[in-house]
Nanobody, 121 residues
Framework: QVQLVESGGGLVQAGGSLKLSCAAS????????MGWYRQAPGKQREYVAV???????NYADSVKGRFTISRDNSKNTVYLQMNSLKPEDTGVYYC???????????????WGQGTQVTVSP
């Protein structure tokens, strides 16, 4: 019913850029908000950015000014453009979609499997 597939992770030097993509495939459900979270080893998962179905965005203070989230609703895809990367940005990046049943109101969170981003000094 719901599939989220992330891509675009990899190894980059500090100051470099990466662009992550998350393609959603859904049946029965409607996609509302989409966002990105990340988790470094030994640390809890943290919020990175979110974009609503209408295009309103929000960012964590740690990435504000460096990352840009966007989406293409026709393709059910969300992107995260990451610039000026720092070693502390290293972690597994997870795509999250907030979904609801068609003609329904209850919301559910669905997560992708994650993609590794490693930023070297």
């Amino acid at each position: 019913q719901v599939q989220l597939v992330e891509s675009g992770g990899g190894l980059v030097q500090a100051g470099g850029s990466l662009k992550l993509s998350c393609a959603a495939s859904v049946t029965i459900f409607t996609i509302n908000d989409m966002g990105w979270y990340r988790q470094a080893p030994g640390k809890q998962r943290e919020y990175v950015a979110v974009i609503t179905s209408g295009g309103t965005t929000n960012y964590a203070d740690s990435v504000k000014g460096r990352f840009t989230i966007s989406r293409d609703n026709s393709k059910n895809t969300v992107y995260l453009q990451m610039n000026s990367l720092k070693p502390e940005d290293t972690g597994v990046y997870y795509c999250k979609a907030t979904i609801s049943r068609i003609l329904g109101s209850r919301r559910y969170d669905h997560w992708g499997q994650g993609t590794q981003v490693t930023v070297s000094p």
